[in-house]
Structures are given as C-alpha cells and as structure tokens.
C-alpha cells in the first residue's frame, strides 16, 4: 500500500514470481545435491581406480558448473528484481529482519563460487586427497546456503513467535524450519540423481552408460523414503489453520496436492526403469522426462507452501496486499484512497468512478489475481459470478473465505470496486 503498483496484468497473481521461483530453486537445490554427487563420485572413482567414471565427472562438473553458477545466478537475480517490484514491503521487512543471514548466505555462496571453480580446474593439478578437500568444501559451502535460506523461507509461512518479540532466531528458527530443512536436503540429493541420468545417458560407452545410470538410480531411490517421511514431518510441524487452508479451505490446491501425490510413484517407478539396460536413445528421452517430474513435483510443493500463506504474504503479519494486519481495522475504517500513498483518484466523482476502481483493484486484489492470465483470474471470477454474488464474496472475505484478506476499504469504496468489476470486466 506504500509502494507502486507493478501492472502486470495477464502475468498478475504471482505468476511471474512462481516460475522464476520455481526454476530458481530447482537449480539451487541441484547446487546442493550434486556438489555430493560430485564428491562421492569422485571419490568412488579414485578409490577403484576407474579414468571412466573419472572422466564422467569431470563432464558432470561442467554441466554443473555451467547449469548452476549461469542459470542458477541469472535466476537468483531474477527473484530479487521481481519481488522487490510485486512484493516491495514483504521484500523489505525480510532485508531488515534478516540482514545479517542474509550476509551470512551470500559468504556461503561466493565460497561456492571459488571452490567449484578451483574444482573443475584443477583435476589433473592437485593431488587426489586435496582436490577431494575442495569437493567436500564446496558441498559444506552449499548446505549451509541451503541451511540459511530455510530458515528465512520458512519464516514466511511460520514466522512464530517472530510476530510477537520480533527477535531474529525466533523468525530463523520457526516451527517449520528444521522438516523443512530435510526435506530440502533429501530432495536435492534426488534431484543430483536425475541430473545425473541427463548426463550418463550420453556417455558413449555402453558398460560405463549402464553403471552410471544404475549408479545415479541409487541417488533417486535411497533418499526416497527418508524425504517421504520429511514429508509427513514438515505437515504435522504446520500450525491446524495453516494445514486447514491447504487442505481443505483452498480449492485451487486441490490440483497440486493430486500432482505431489501422483509424481511419488511415478519418481520411483522412472528410478527403477533408469536402472534397466536400456538403448542411448530411450535412456536419453526417459531422463528428461523425468528431470521435467522432478521439476513438476518440487513445483507442486511449492504451490502449496505458497498456498498455505493464504491470506497473508507473511503469514499472520502481512496480508498479501502488502497491509499489515494490525493495520487493518483503521484502514478499513479510513478508507484505502485517503491512506494508500501512491493514488491518483483520492475524491470520487461521476467522471472519475472507473479510474478509482481500477486503483482499488490494482491496490487490493492485483498481488493474487491476474487479468485474463493462467493464475487466479479475476476474468473468470467476475463471470461466474452474478453482481450480488460479489457483494458476498466482498462481505465474507476473511471469513468464509479465510485464503482471502478481509476488504480493506470502507463500504463505499467497496461498491466502487464492485462497480468496476461489473463494468469493465464482465463483458
């Protein structure tokens, strides 16, 4: 409410933050996980003796390297670039409350930087013991990032006693923070094991293809049962309301609690057929299928903590559209025209009704719903809906509608808004 409004429209709701997220945190994760496989595979290639799988890893680190510190850094970028534009005041109080993490993970990750560097240039320069001290402090370094994010993650969802002391190790070390730890940390060692197939599916040789392919099938199968009990640990670790809205109050995640279930068997199930002898060809078209699960599965997840922050942004703090909730009696009581600081149509009159509903829209509903885009389209929600079932919607909001913020205006501006979604919407 402090801040511009980022127009996005068809890209509104969040969108363009989950996908950048998503591909973001997918990379990240594989940053964790394969500086492992990285390791181990080394180390298991050293120990019997074996250029093969040597010479795979050292290919294995380009493509990590190249994969990670290219894609992985523009991504990164990306999210703060977004966030900062969609979510300025959320963006904020995370710089503020957890400044000095957030120094803390960027040391990590210059650490990263330096040490896979040093990594893949040095194979035939440093001797076996020391190159594999590099490795190992390359993977510290990338857990730790990992260890520091979680807590500040997590933090949005079940900020906990934050909210009342405003202390940082009761924000950093919330309810969710150490299931979600794990799970963060057995799904990256998964996802190391299906990059690992892209990469062993395109070995010439067909003996060392076949072993490496069974090799990275461990990496997707073992871990498994470990991340599916993290699983169930980071859900109970959920406060009942934050478990109610994500299972049973929001309908729109009914689709990704079916996909997260589904993508389990299916993980498994493409794990055990990578470890079959199969042709170049199918093994190649089978990794990338099921890289694209993987990536579907962790997005799911995503979607739902996401989800599970409904209504606020930060949850019990701050409500999506960026007011906080100790704020909201008096700004509803005041109105949002006279208080929100970057409006133009402050006084209603016959000519300028429509210009000030569309503010209210961008101002209230705009940081969860798009205008004709693929997430929570207001579009589609107008037109479903008669005018008087809107004055409902508008009038349980935060009630029956608990994913949703209380209106935040007066009962004037309320029906402005109503008036400019009949009018310039429902068409």
């Known amino acids: 409410m402090n801040y511009p409004v980022w127009q996005l429209g068809f890209l509104g709701g ?3 933050i989950a996908v950048i997220a998503i591909i973001h945190v997918y990379i990240a994760q594989f940053a964790v996980g394969g500086g492992l496989f990285l390791v181990l595979t080394e180390h298991l290639a050293r120990r019997n003796n074996d250029p093969g799988i040597l010479e795979y890893v050292r290919k294995h680190t380009k493509f990590f390297l190249l994969l990670t510190m290219v894609a992985g850094a523009l991504t990164g970028v990306g999210i703060w670039f977004t966030i900062s534009l969609l979510s300025p005041s959320a963006t904020s109080v995370l710089i503020h409350t957890f400044v000095f993490a957030w120094g803390t993970e960027w040391t990590f990750f210059v650490i990263e930087i330096v040490s896979l560097f040093i990594y893949y240039y040095t194979f035939d320069r440093l001797s076996k013991r020391n190159h594999l001290i590099i490795g190992w402090i390359y993977f510290g370094a990338a857990w730790m990032s990992l260890f520091v994010i979680s807590g500040i993650i997590d933090f949005m969802l079940t900020p906990g006693a934050w909210v009342e002391n405003n202390n940082f190790w009761s924000g950093f070390f919330n309810p969710t923070f150490w299931p979600a730890l794990f799970f963060r940390t057995f799904f990256s060692i998964i996802i190391a094991g299906l990059f690992g197939f892209l990469t062993a599916s395109f070995l010439k040789d067909k003996e060392l293809r076949t072993t490496m392919l069974r090799y990275s099938a461990k990496w997707l199968l073992v871990p498994f049962v470990l991340f599916l009990a993290s699983s169930w640990w980071y859900k109970a670790s959920l406060p009942p309301h934050i478990e109610e ?25 493409g794990g055990l057929i990578m470890a079959i002898r199969m042709p170049s060809g199918l093994s190649r078209s089978m990794a990338a299928i099921m890289l694209v699960i993987g990536f579907i599965y962790f997005g799911a997840f995503e979607f739902l903590r996401e989800g599970g922050r409904r209504p606020y942004i930060i949850y019990d703090y701050m409500y999506s559209n960026a007011i906080l909730k100790k704020d909201m009696a008096q700004v509803a009581q005041a109105g949002i025209l006279k208080q929100a600081k970057w409006i133009e149509h402050r006084k209603i009159s016959r000519y300028n009704v429509r210009a000030a509903g569309k503010e209210l829209f961008n101002v209230l509903c705009l940081s969860c719903h798009s205008v004709g885009g ?3 389209d207001i ?8 005018p008087e079932e809107l004055n ?11 994913y949703m913020p209380p209106f935040a205006g007066n009962e004037f501006e309320k029906q402005i808004l109503i008036h400019y979604l009949n009018t ?3 068409r």
């Open 392 to 402: 409902l919607i508008f009038a349980t909001m935060g009630r029956e509608r608990p």
């Open 374 to 376: 693929p997430l929570n």
């Open 14 to 16: 969040g969108f363009l």
């Open 379 to 386: 579009n589609q929600q107008v037109r479903r809906n008669a």
């Open 245 to 269: 809205i994500i299972f049973q109050k929001m309908p729109q995640l009914r689709n990704a609690i079916t996909i997260f279930l589904a993508c389990s068997p299916l993980l498994i199930l």
């Open 424 to 426: 310039s919407i429902r």
